[in-house]
């Protein structure tokens, strides 16, 4: 088997790289993925109000050929039918959009050209006449060769972590703070419990939300101080487009934030606390206040995960830099990396608003709409080599890399068509 490309992970970025990939008929394709079950958008987000009108995740789920025939035959009961028969002016559950997702993955994965392989690319080699090779490992500890001549990184992002002056509190993770039922058992309903939610973000906001919610059903021992650097900032439609569309609130969670943060009258100043902080004050209000508090939650953005580890003409990389314009990547010395891209939250698209401000688009019709700009020219197929499998240890190092971001935020057992098993 020869391969165009190999294209790693399959969330919805993953999904429409695969897409539009066969939309230019650069076939075959090698899709690698631990998991195929749509990413952190299916495993850890179902739970969340999107931000997002439905008529953008149809412009997602249409934008192509080959998706719009995987929506028209996806068995029944079909979820890219449901999102086209919603109210496609409001917004919905992630959920809804997370098993279209699986929907599109199941169908790709019985197209002729497409071969699915359940495992996870530990390093990728680039050769002096610019064949990758990439080394697969599957949960069996078998590791296998691939050859390609483009490699294209969708390995998404996971909630950012930073350091605190404190000890304490325990921290709960930004994916548990934004799923009600798992929020709700991780936190005790019969005793005095203080949570301390940091940052004033989408994600943030909703986690406000939850936890109200908790205080006034089954929780009401809980006490919530919120830390934030500014005053909350909402998505504004204008003219033809929308101010802070991809850093703004939207949806319900602006309508809960305006109905209960911003009134002064609201029910929720009885048990919440705002601390206004500033970068200078942080350490000092850290150290007053998190003590006494039992949780906290950061909602302070998203890093982009680990890639492989990446040998370009025999010298390492140590460095990556995303060039948003082309979808492509250079090293540390600022050299282009011939046949590498990347897509997604952890590789989206610099954008600049009729006013000048910068934002990063975040959101699958905004990946949709970056992957079908820049694929096209995603160019100069050679000739790739096939597979190889054996037993053996594969090397254990990421690539560090830095990103031309800060804190973007946005927001199944699968049978997967064609596995390749390792």
């Not at 020869?2 to 992970?9: C, E, I, Q, S, T």
């Not at 950012?160 to 921290?171: A, D, E, I, M, S």
């Not at 200078?280 to 006494?292: A, G, K």
Request: some cysteine; aromatic content about 8%.
């Amino acid at each position: 088997m020869k391969y165009r490309a190999v294209v790693v992970g399959a969330g919805p970025a993953g999904i429409a790289a695969v897409g539009n990939l066969l939309e230019q008929h650069q076939t075959p394709i090698l899709w690698v993925d631990d998991r195929f079950d749509g990413g952190r958008l299916n495993r850890y987000y179902r739970q969340v109000p999107s931000n997002t009108k439905v008529k953008l995740f149809v412009a997602y789920f249409e934008g192509l050929d080959v998706f719009r025939t995987i929506g028209r035959t996806a068995s029944a009961p079909n979820p890219i039918r449901h999102l086209q028969n919603l109210d496609q002016e409001k917004t919905c559950h992630i959920a809804e959009a997370a098993d279209a997702c699986l929907a599109l993955t199941h169908g790709l994965g019985r197209y002729d050209g497409v071969t699915m392989y359940m495992g996870s690319v530990s390093d990728a080699s680039q050769s002096e006449n610019g064949t990758w090779t990439v080394t697969i490992a599957t949960p069996e500890s078998i590791y296998t060769t691939a050859s390609a001549e483009l490699l294209v990184l969708c390995t998404g992002s996971s909630p950012t972590t930073q350091p605190l002056p404190v000890l304490l509190p325990q921290q709960i993770g930004l994916d548990d703070g934004l799923n009600p039922p798992v929020l709700s058992q991780r936190l005790p309903s019969d005793t005095p419990t203080t949570v301390a939610v940091i940052g004033a973000s989408h994600s943030a906001i909703l986690v406000l939300a939850n936890l109200s919610h908790l205080v006034e059903t089954t929780h009401s021992h809980l006490r919530i101080l919120w830390f934030t650097r500014h005053a909350l900032r909402y998505a504004e439609e204008r003219d033809g487009w929308i101010f802070r569309d991809n850093t703004g609130l939207k949806g319900t969670v602006a309508t809960w934030a305006r109905e209960n943060l911003e009134a002064g009258d609201s029910p929720v100043h009885q048990y919440l606390q705002k601390i206004e902080t500033t970068p200078e004050s942080e350490p000092t209000l850290y150290r007053t206040y998190l003590p006494d508090c039992t949780y906290v939650i950061q909602a302070v953005g998203y890093t982009p995960n680990p890639v492989p580890r990446l040998t370009v003409r025999g010298h390492p990389v140590s460095t990556l830099k995303h060039i948003d314009s082309t979808g492509g990547f250079a090293d540390e010395h600022g050299t282009t990396i011939d046949g590498l891209y990347g897509a997604g939250i952890a590789w989206p698209e610099r954008v600049v608003d009729p006013e000048g401000n910068v934002e990063y688009a975040v959101g699958l019709a905004k990946f949709m709409r970056y992957l079908r700009r820049v694929v096209p020219a995603w160019t100069g197929a050679r000739e790739s080599v096939g597979m190889r499998t054996g037993m053996g240890s594969g090397p254990g190092a990421s690539l560090h890399f830095v990103l031309d971001q800060k804190g973007v935020e946005s927001g199944v057992s699968t049978g997967m068509g064609r596995l390749m098993a390792g």
